[in-house]
C-alpha cells in the first residue's frame, strides 16, 4: 500500500514568519512530487513539483526533496493570511495515480 | 495554463434521482481523468480513473453501477450519479493528466441530495 503521511495540523504561524510543512511517503521508486493547495471549499491548486533531490524555489516557495530519507517539505516565506488553507502533498509512482497525503491545515495568524 | 472547467458547481437534487456532472478540458488533450469525492474536512478519496474510449477502473468499494462515468473524448468526461441519496451529498471533483506537472483539478461540484 504506497501512502503519503503529512501532519494534520493545524499548524499556526504568525504573520511573515516562515511555514514549514513536510511529507514522507512509503514507495521508494516514486519519481514525482508535488504540493497542492486548498482552500475551504475550494479544488486544490497546484503551487510546486519537485523532480529531483534538492530545493525548488518559485516567489515565496520552496520545495525540498530528499528521496534517500523519503521526505519532501514545502517551505512558505513571508506568510500571509491569505496562505492559511490545506497544503496537500502529492507523490506519483509513475503510471499510476497520484498518491495524496491527507492535507495539513495552516493557519497564518496576523 | 491548463484548465478543466466542472459544471455545475452546485447542485441539490431529490433522493432517487441521477445527477450528472461534466468536466472539459480547455484547451489541452486529457489523457486520462480522475474522479475523486471529498467529505468536509476530509482528503480528497479517488473514485475511478477513466482513459478516453476505455471503461473506468473504479477503486474499492465504489459502486460502478451507482457512479456511471464516461470518458467519450479526450476533452470530456463525466459522472453520473444514479439514484442519488443523502449519503452521496459531497464535493466531488474532477481533474486531469496532460494539461502540464501533476494534475489539473476542475473546480469542483458540491452536491446536495435532499
Known amino acids: 500500500q504506497k501512502e503519503v503521511e503529512q501532519n494534520s495540523g493545524p499548524l499556526s504561524v504568525p504573520e511573515g514568519a516562515i511555514a514549514s510543512l513536510n511529507c514522507t511517503y512509503s514507495?521508494?521508486?516514486?519519481?514525482?512530487f508535488f504540493w497542492y493547495r486548498q482552500y475551504s471549499g475550494k479544488s486544490p491548486e497546484l503551487i510546486m513539483s519537485?523532480?529531483?533531490?534538492g530545493d525548488k524555489e518559485d516567489g515565496r516557495f520552496t520545495a525540498q526533496l530528499n528521496k534517500a530519507s523519503q521526505y519532501v517539505s514545502l517551505l512558505i516565506r513571508d506568510s500571509q493570511p491569505s496562505d492559511s488553507a490545506t497544503y496537500l502533498c502529492?507523490?506519483?509512482?509513475?503510471?499510476?495515480?497520484?498518491?495524496f497525503g491527507k492535507g495539513t491545515r495552516l493557519s497564518v495568524i496576523a | 495554463g491548463a484548465v478543466v472547467s466542472q459544471h455545475p458547481s452546485w447542485v441539490i437534487c431529490k433522493s432517487g434521482t441521477s445527477v450528472k456532472i461534466e468536466c472539459r478540458s480547455l484547451?489541452?488533450?486529457?489523457?486520462?481523468m480522475f474522479w475523486y469525492r471529498q467529505f468536509p474536512k476530509q482528503s480528497l478519496m479517488l473514485m475511478a480513473t477513466?482513459?478516453?474510449?476505455?471503461?473506468?477502473?473504479?477503486e474499492q468499494g465504489v459502486e460502478k453501477d451507482k457512479f456511471l462515468i464516461n470518458h467519450a473524448s479526450l476533452t470530456l468526461s463525466t459522472l453520473t450519479v444514479t439514484s442519488a441519496h443523502p449519503e452521496d451529498s459531497s464535493f466531488y471533483i474532477c481533474?486531469?493528466?496532460?494539461?502540464?506537472?501533476?494534475?489539473?483539478f476542475g473546480s469542483g461540484t458540491r452536491l446536495t441530495v435532499v
Open positions: 481533474s486531469a493528466t496532460g494539461g502540464g506537472p501533476g494534475y489539473t
Open positions: 514507495d521508494r521508486g516514486s519519481q514525482s
Open positions: 519537485i523532480y529531483s533531490n
Open positions: 502529492a507523490v506519483g509512482p509513475g503510471n499510476t495515480p497520484l498518491v
Open positions: 484547451d489541452f488533450q486529457a489523457t486520462t
Open positions: 477513466s482513459n478516453e474510449g476505455s471503461k473506468a477502473t473504479y
